[in-house]
């Protein structure tokens, strides 16, 4: 069983920081993309940043600049770090990973998801 559980999502003033990860945990073999969505009440999810095993990254063009992505391969851990945050960044963030476990299944895994407001 693998599980990602999200966390450091709050509320936020506009201007203001925030970082959230997202830990990975089971049985886990090896673990390929990682990357944060966000959806707002009535729309869909959307690709916020995405990073690759080896560190290449890929951001949404409303996040460019002001979102930054990593990951520490070896806590199976991925940050976003949030600056200069807005009103329309308010959201349920998810973290997501392309993972092979020990019984060979690859597979894409979600997190629970966390709230993100950010507002005066």
């Known amino acids: 069983q693998v599980q990602l559980v999200e966390s450091g999502g709050g509320l936020v003033q506009p201007g203001g920081s925030l970082r959230v990860s997202c830990v990975a945990s089971?049985?886990?073999?090896?673990?390929?993309?990682m990357g944060w969505y966000r959806q707002a009440p009535g729309q869909q999810r959307e690709l916020v940043a995405q990073i690759t095993s080896g560190g290449s990254t890929v951001y949404a063009d409303s996040v460019k600049g002001r979102f930054t992505i990593s990951r520490d391969n070896a806590k199976n851990t991925v940050y976003l770090q949030m600056n200069n945050l807005k009103p329309e960044d308010t959201a349920v963030y998810y973290c997501?990973?392309?993972?092979?476990?020990?019984?060979?299944?690859?597979?894409?895994?979600w997190g629970q998801g966390t709230q993100v407001t950010v507002s005066p």
């Open positions: 997501n990973a392309d993972i092979l476990n020990y019984s060979s299944r690859r597979a894409y895994y």
């Open positions: 089971g049985r886990i073999f090896s673990i390929y993309g």
